[in-house]
Structure formats: C-alpha cells, structure tokens
C-alpha cells in the first residue's frame, strides 16, 4: 500500500520514540458546537491524533458508554454531514490528524463519494469503517485513496494468522489492534495472550500498531503501549467529557 499523509505524520512521532495516544470522542455528544473545543483541548493535551465517532442508531461494536453517548448525540440531531461540516470550519486552527470513525450506513445514506469528498474538504486523514469486512472494502477504497484518506483496517484475538497476514499487507495508517474478545467499555483486566499479540503484530506491520478497545487507565495504558506503538481510548475518554472531568483526561493522555 501506498503511504497517505497519515502514514507519514505517525512515523515522524515513531522517529521520536514517542508513543502514540489517540482519544475516541463521540461528535455531537453535548452539541456539535462544542466539537472545536473538545477536540483542540485534547490536542492541548498531548493526543497525536482524534478519533471522531458518527452517532449511529445499531452500533454493534460498542459497549453501553459509547452507546449512550451515541444516543446523546442523536437526540441533538447529529448526522454524519454535520460533522464533516463543523470540522471543516476549524481545520486550519488543528494541527493533528483527524480520524472519522463510522459505521457503514450512515456513509450509504450520504453517498460514499460525498462522503469521501467532504472529509477531503474537512481535512480528514484516515477512517475506520468496523462494520466493513476486508472482502468488501472497494467499496470505499477507491475514492478514499483518490483523497489520500487512510482507511485503518481492525485486527482481534480471534482473527486467524491468514487473515491478520493479509490485513497487515493492506494497512495504512496505523493497524488497529484490537484487544478485547467484545464490544468497547472499559475493562478491569486483559486476556493473558494479548501481550504476545500485540508483540507479534509489531513484528508484522510495518506501520505503526495501536491497542484499543477496554483501555481506561495510566497503567493499563502505558503496559499496553510498551508492547507496540501506542493506545486508543474511547469510553473512558467519552466519560470524562461527559461529566466535565478535563483532569483526569489530561492526566491520562501524558501518562503514554
Ligand atoms: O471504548 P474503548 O473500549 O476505549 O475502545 C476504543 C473505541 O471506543 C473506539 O476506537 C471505537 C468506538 N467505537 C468503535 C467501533 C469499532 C471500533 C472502534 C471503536
């Protein structure tokens, strides 16, 4: 795969020898007017780049948080248009990468070339569509790489040797580790094989390798970065927003 220009952004952090930290927030969650903010706070903070959620009715990877917040979102009328637009109006005034994570349906609905075309407006380096498979994924391949938008591809414990050997070889941007057998939400513990999983795909990727999924504090974050190139925070992140809890997020984000 060609390099995007969020391939390059992330291996000048590598070149550093700084970890990776990426916070998930749900766009729309408090109203999309508060989107700016939110976004150049936890580029304030130390975040290399921000994964932004598309509120969606059947989000089928996510936990109760994100859930709830998606549900927040909507009632404010959120769609996935509104947000391109709010992010276009700020784009010059951000200086990290900006991640669009969606479900499938709501890029249909706008049409994948609007779609593809309104993030290259809005600035948008990469995003990430869960509920397309691998098999499936020219769908949007084609008009993302036109735009020069990563498209990040997930892997989970569960995927088979074949399947991760294929999905490392087609990655851009950064290969999404996934490190719960579920939904996202926060977790106490993590699987004993994970260390070793994501130790292997290190080996694998030529890019950089991010966990994600049940990450909420310093020290599950830190041992999970030590392992590959960094971490993705979404519920915790989602939660601190919500109850105003800037601290926490800030003391979070620096511990990486
Ligand atoms: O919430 P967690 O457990 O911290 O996991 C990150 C996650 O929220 C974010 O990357 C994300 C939110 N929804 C998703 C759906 C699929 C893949 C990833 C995501």
Redesign the pocket.
Known sequence: MGKTKLDNYLSAIQANHKKIFVP?IMAGDGGLEKLKEQILFLEACGAAAI?V?IPFSD?V???P??QNAAKRALEQQTTLQAVLAALATFKSQRTIPIII?TYMNPVFVYGVEHFANACAEADVDGV?I?DVPLEEDDLVTGVLKKNDIALIR?VSLTSTKERIETITQRAEGFL?AVTVKGT???RSSFDQAVKEYLQQLKQQSNIPVLA?????TSEQAKELASYCDGV?????IVEWLHEEKREAIQLLISSV
Do not use: W
Request: glycine content about 22%; hydrophobic content about 35%; overall charge negative.
């Open positions: 998930y994964e959620g989000p990877a996510d936990g948080t994100i994570m990430i869960p997930l999404y996202t939400g926060a994600g999924f049940g990450v909420s993705i925070v979404g519920s915790k």
